[in-house]
């Protein structure tokens, strides 16, 4: 069992609340996260804590630890921080950038017709014309 200061605790949850994901190196003695004031072990014991309760999905991958929130652990997360409803992590809102336009150019990647491939690679065919001109 691993004793986690209540002001880490806090600032751990808030910050996987805002972006609704929390990542962390595999490095048990690194002195800080790079995202949450507090040390990586902190990080790292909390959320194997949410994940045992299905608070939490992990994905390991090259030595760093993946967590995304689940629908459990934002009820669970909006009771503990006490927050409205209205309040969702980064993960659910909609994008708020602006819709592109295309400028009519032919090969824009907006407005253009062309799709597939770059260049005129046309199946069926090798780069120097014939497709038979290996086979005689």
């Known amino acids: 069992?691993?004793?986690?200061?209540?002001?880490?605790?806090?600032?751990?949850?808030?910050?996987?609340?805002?972006?609704?994901?929390?990542?962390?190196?595999?490095?048990y003695n690194a002195a800080k996260h790079p995202h949450v004031p507090c040390r990586n072990l902190y990080v790292i014991k909390l959320m194997q804590s949410f994940k045992s309760r299905g608070y939490v999905t992990e994905t390991f991958s090259w030595q760093w630890y993946y967590w995304y929130l689940t629908?459990?652990?934002?009820?669970?997360?909006?009771?503990?921080?006490?927050?409205?409803?209205?309040?969702?992590?980064?993960?659910l809102k909609p994008k708020k950038g602006p819709n592109r336009i295309g400028t009519g150019?032919?090969?824009?990647?907006?407005?253009?017709?062309?799709?597939?491939?770059?260049?005129?690679?046309?199946?069926?065919?090798?780069r120097f014309g014939g497709g038979d001109r290996w086979n005689r």
């Open 105 to 126: 150019r032919p090969n824009d990647r907006f407005g253009g017709a062309k799709r597939g491939a770059p260049g005129a690679f046309k199946p069926g065919q090798d």
């Open 71 to 91: 629908n459990e652990g934002i009820e669970f997360l909006r009771d503990l921080l006490h927050l409205p409803e209205e309040v969702v992590p980064r993960t």
């Open 1 to 27: 069992v691993m004793l986690i200061p209540t002001k880490d605790r806090v600032a751990i949850s808030k910050h996987l609340f805002e972006a609704g994901v929390m990542v962390a190196k595999k490095d």
